[in-house]
Every structure is written in structure tokens, then in C-alpha cells.
């Protein structure tokens, strides 16, 4: 059953935008933040929206490992690529500012590829690709990230759960966008577990002693002082092609670092040799291509409904009811939330307070009364 409390989606908009004000960030770049934090509860991805506004971004900002003013520099610029230097701000942000550019430049060459050095966490890489397929255009990203995924026969941390996102417009009401992290679980759905108080499937995270661990706060513990590692896609070894998940892992963690300039791996734990914060130096890849330069758009998008609605009108596993194509479940849940709101768990709502009360705000909460 679920007990959590609903607020309204322009409550929490307009609350998120003014949380991010009060903490510096302005009025414009806090209205993108608070869209994509909210495009993840959207799409019931819980553990990337407003379950992470605090500890994620405004906690960051407090301690200053994240800043809240996005100074962009454009390092290199040709008609069809872009590379940023983001110094640390926003990557929401940045990443909001390469899309438009990247969606322009495809529009008028056909593609178009841009990468960002010196980010901060850009939320659901998903966003980005669909800025793309709501214009009619392919959408590609993908991001590093904090160490968590070790490789193929380790245990160390080494690699981000390093999302590779695809977002492809189709003849139907929503894209196919495939949005997923390169290891079994991602590090935000272990937060979100460990905030519920709930464990995390066994077979997910390995120790350095090379056996399971469950528990999702030691978990939490045990990635950052780097005693535990995600599993790639596929899981441990190579008996369920693991190296696979490994493999693509590290294709992402090239892309992100090697085309802007950028950092990787160890350099991207938030904390410096002598175990103080420090600035995380995150790197982001993205690519646009528009049908129109082939074979058109509408030829594209009625070809890539018709693949959609072909598989799920395939024969069905003995018990199930239905078969989904990607981003079918995301539109379903925004379907109904769309007039019930925002689901806020009681960790989040405690935040949400924290946050208002030290700002000041003037807003009330049902959840209150």
C-alpha cells in the first residue's frame, strides 16, 4: 500500500525553484534544476528527483562542492560539435545550454556532438536525449560519475554506474527512450534504499573480500571508502556476460573524459587525498541526429512505432499479461501522477522542511497538519 503523501506538481515546482534561489542559484538556471528533478518523479524514477534534492544539491552547495552561479565557457565550437568548460557549476544547467545548441546545429547539418568537462551530477540522462526527441531528433548521452563499478574479475570501484542513454521519437504518444545505468543497480537507487530502510538485492554489490553485501548504508559506506564495488551488467564474471555491462561501462567513462579534456575514474570521488571535499569534475558526452538527414522524420518515428508496437504485441512469457517497449513504463506512471502529484516519502518530506525552514520560505504542506 502506499502511505506516501502527493503534493502537487506546481507546488513543488515553484517550492524547488525558490530552494534553489535561496541557496544562490538564479532564477532561471532554478527553474531548469527544478524541472529536471521534477521530470524524474515524472517518470517514477524516485531515486533521481526530489529524493536527491537535498543530499545531492543543496547539501553540495553548502559545502561547496558544487556552485550554484553556472559559469559556461565554450572551449571549441565548429558548425556541428561543441566543447564546454562548466567550472563547476550546475550540470543541470550546462547540459540544458548544450542541448539547445546541439539541437540547433542538427537541425541544420544533420548531427551534431557536444562534451563538458568540470560538471557536477546533471540528473536523469534521460532528459537530455528526450530534449532531442521531442524535436523530432535522435537523442544520445551519457555521463561519468563517482567510482562504484568495478571491472570484469575485481572488486575495486573504478568506474561510475555511467548511464548510456538513447531517446528515438516515434508515431506514438512518448519516445523510446532507453535510460539506464552500465551496473546492476545504480548508486541513487542504494540511497533511496537505504533512506526507505530497505536492503539491496543480493548480487548486485561485491566487498573487496569478493562476497555479497545487502545492507544499503553500509553499502553507501563501503563505496566511498572504496571496500565495495557495483556489479556491471550482466553481474559478477563472465558466466552472465558481465564483462559486457564492464565493457560498455568503460566506453562511457572514455567518451565523458577524452573528448572534453575531462577527468576520470578516481579523480571523481568528491574527496581529496587527505580525505576533504573537493570539487567532482564530472564529464558529460552528448550526440543529436536528425532523421530528416536520411530518410525523414516521420518516416523514422513511423518505423520506430511500428518496431515498438511489433514487440509488444509479441508472444508472451507463460503468466504475463504484457510486454513493454522503453519508456512505455515512464509514460504509464506520469499517466498517473499526472493528476495525483508528487510522491514524497517521509525522508523527503523531513528535507523539504529543513530546507524551507532554513531559508525561510513561506510555504505550507499538507503532510503538516
Known sequence: MDNRYYASWELMNSFLTDAFMGYGVPKEDAAI??????????????????????????????????????????????PTTVVMDAHDGMGMVASYRMMEMLIEKAKKCGMAGGAIKNSTHYGIA?????????EGLIGVTGTNARPSIAP???????????????????????????????????????EYYAREGRPTPAGTVISE??????????????????????????????????????????????????????????ALTGVSADGKPQMYHLGHFFFVVDPDAFNGREEFKKTAGEICRALRASKKAPGESRIYTAGEKEYLVWL????????????VQKDILEVRDALGLNYHFEFED
Not at 534521460?126 to 521531442?134: E, F, I, N, P, R
Not at 563505496?223 to 553481474?235: H, R, S
Not at 498517473?336 to 525522508?347: A, F, I, N, Y
Open 33 to 78: 534544476c527544478a524541472d529536471v528533478l521534477l521530470e524524474s518523479d515524472r517518470r517514477g524514477i524516485e531515486s533521481h528527483g526530489c529524493n536527491r534534492f537535498k543530499p545531492i544539491y543543496i547539501d553540495r552547495i553548502k559545502k561547496g562542492t558544487l556552485l550554484p552561479v553556472t559559469n559556461i565557457e565554450i572551449i571549441k565550437e565548429t
Open 209 to 266: 573480500n569478493g562476497e555479497a553485501m545487502t545492507d544499503s548504508a553500509e553499502i553507501l559506506k563501503a563505496l566511498v571508502d572504496g571496500t565495495a564495488a557495483l556489479a556491471p551488467l550482466g553481474g559478477i564474471g563472465e558466466d552472465l556476460a558481465g564483462y559486457k555491462g564492464y565493457g560498455y561501462a568503460a566506453v562511457v567513462e572514455i567518451l565523458s573524459a577524452a573528448l572534453a579534456g575531462g577527468e576520470f575514474m578516481k
Open 152 to 190: 570484469t574479475f575485481g572488486v575495486e570501484n573504478m568506474m561510475g554506474t555511467n548511464p548510456l542513454t538513447f531517446a528515438l521519437p516515434t508515431d506514438e504518444e512518448f519516445p523510446f527512450c532507453l535510460d539506464c545505468a552500465t551496473s546492476i543497480v545504480q548508486r541513487g537507487r542504494i
Open 126 to 134: 534521460g532528459y537530455w536525449a528526450t530534449m532531442a526527441s521531442k
Open 336 to 347: 498517473e501522477r499526472r493528476e495525483k502529484g508528487v510522491p514524497l516519502s517521509k525522508s
